[in-house]
């Protein structure tokens, strides 16, 4: 089983990788664009709907990252009992 240390980097990992699907899938809708045949723009379509869904779903990933890392550094506050910024800072440094 997985640590929670290789989730963290499974789920980064992802993250990246789903920034990249996003950027390609971009860049290929753009470089479409002057298809104007019916196989073309109805598989555009498609391509735009399933980017629209990943790009809410990205948002999700980093909003959840972003809200595990506010509650990780809450706890270590507490844990450790930093009570300034330059607590926190010293601490980083240990």
Do not use: W
């Not at 595990?68 to 550094?73: E, L, Y």
């Amino acid at each position: 089983m997985d640590g929670p240390e290789q989730k963290l980097q499974n789920q980064e990992r992802l993250i990246g990788d789903l920034r990249q699907v996003i950027e390609n899938a971009e860049e290929l809708l753009k470089n479409t664009d002057q298809c104007t045949s019916a196989l073309y723009q109805s598989a555009r379509a498609k391509l735009t709907q399933a980017l629209l869904a990943a790009t809410e779903e990205l948002a999700r990933f980093e909003d959840a990252q972003l809200a595990r890392m506010i509650a990780a550094t809450h706890s270590a506050n507490l844990q450790f009992h930093d009570i300034s910024g330059e607590a926190k800072l010293m601490r980083a440094f240990r």
